[in-house]
């Protein structure tokens, strides 16, 4: 291990503060804490011995190529929640692909629908390519019946592809226990992928000596698809100088040995122009991410212009997705504010000279058949207010 990572002085640790009892470990003391029962209450780790970490070690670097091969994504892949159907209510925008978050299918009900329906395709209507996710909680990730459970189900329910396998890596854990994480990462990873699964591998790493690793291992064992959870480096990246320069290790090893490259958890304007300006050339790029949806939700429409807040404004939208829905459906209605954000972000990607997008905000809109209250000039009339009075300035 210390021939493969450098050891932990390479990278400038001091020392380790354990989490559950607030003791000060140095260097030596951080391998003998995993004996300790306390501080082994939450280790975010596959809970191996020493002799079984040799091993893993030798497996990985062992590896062989693999048979399976790989599948193309489109610029733009949106992320679903099963437990929602107004998040694949897509008609009729032409999406190539989607993204299933394969912990969806331990809700039992879930499951029996899906099983029921015949195949995953069949229970969301989808006659295209849809790939599932192993990114999960951690205590998730490192059991193995869970991988063996996601093996079955990406063949039981028909899956085009897999996104496989997460690892916890993360800077708030032990060295060793993150180094151990991305060997069995790539270990499971080849072993869907000898399966003949479509794999995009997630490389994993916060130091630029696991993200080479990780990437150049993928390579060599013939996936040259591969994919960023990005999710926890956008929410610091512009404040955060050390997470910039992770991200940019990242695109500078993709960039040398993948063919393509899925960016999970950027999908918003915002990121989608950064991928734009700052990702190499050379590997295809596709960005995916739930936060359409999740922006939907919350009542945000994109548009040129930034999010517009529909909780407390009417909106109207005349992009071929919103032009036979009226501003009220917009403000009240989840599957017409997702619509338009997927739309918009596909059309930001597939037709970048499209006419700029900006909406049109009001405060109060009338039907023909309704009267305003409140306020004195609206008094005795039901005469329609069109938006262009209403708008905000």
Not at 34 to 55: F, H, S
Not at 61 to 72: A, C, F, Q, T
Not at 100 to 105: A, G, T
Not at 272 to 288: Q, Y
């Amino acid at each position: 291990m210390l021939e493969l990572c450098g050891g932990i002085e390479q990278y400038g640790v001091k020392g380790y503060r354990c989490y559950q009892a607030g003791c000060r470990l140095k260097a030596p003391a951080i391998k003998r804490m995993q004996a300790c029962d306390i501080c082994r209450i939450g280790r975010k780790t596959w809970d191996l011995r020493d002799e079984e970490v040799v091993k893993l070690i030798s497996e990985v670097d062992g590896l062989s190529k693999v048979r399976g091969h790989s599948i193309e994504l489109p610029g733009v892949v949106p992320m679903v929640s099963l437990k929602d159907p107004a998040s694949y209510s897509f008609d009729p925008i032409d999406v190539g692909a989607i993204i299933v978050m394969f912990e969806d299918l331990f809700d039992e009900n879930i499951r029996n629908a899906v099983e029921k329906a015949g195949d995953i395709h069949a229970y969301l209507n989808f006659d295209v390519k849809v790939l599932v996710s192993s990114i999960m909680p951690d205590d998730l990730i490192t059991r193995e019946d869970v991988f063996y459970f996601f093996m079955s189900g990406v063949n039981m329910f028909k899956f085009d592809g897999a996104i496989a396998w997460d690892a916890p890596v993360y800077i708030d854990i032990p060295l060793y226990d993150s180094w151990v994480n991305l060997l069995m990462g790539l270990k499971l990873t080849h072993e869907i992928a000898d399966c003949g699964m479509p794999v995009y591998g997630l490389a994993k790493g916060n130091l630029e000596k696991q993200i080479k690793f990780s990437i150049e291992t993928f390579a060599k064992i013939n996936i040259d698809s591969m994919a960023l959870h990005a999710s926890e480096y956008m929410v610091s990246f512009n404040e955060d100088s050390t997470v910039r320069q992770v991200v940019y290790s990242y695109f500078n090893h993709f960039a040398e040995s993948a063919k393509s490259v899925l960016i999970i958890g950027a999908l918003s304007p915002k990121w989608l122009s950064f991928m734009k300006s700052d990702f190499p050339k050379g590997p295809r790029l596709s960005v995916a991410g739930l936060s359409w949806f999740l922006d939907a939700e919350r009542g945000l429409l994109y548009s040129d212009g930034g999010r517009v807040d529909t909780t407390g404004k009417y909106v109207e939208c005349k992009c071929a997705t919103c032009s036979k829905v009226k501003p009220k459906d917009l403000m009240h209605n989840l599957s017409a504010r997702a619509r338009h954000n997927l739309s918009y972000l596909v059309n930001n990607v597939d037709n970048p000279s499209a006419v700029p997008l900006q909406l049109s905000t009001c405060d109060l809109l009338l039907e023909e058949d309704e009267k305003a209250k409140g306020g004195r000039s609206a008094l005795n009339t039901n005469i329609p207010r069109p938006l262009s009075i209403l708008q905000e300035r």
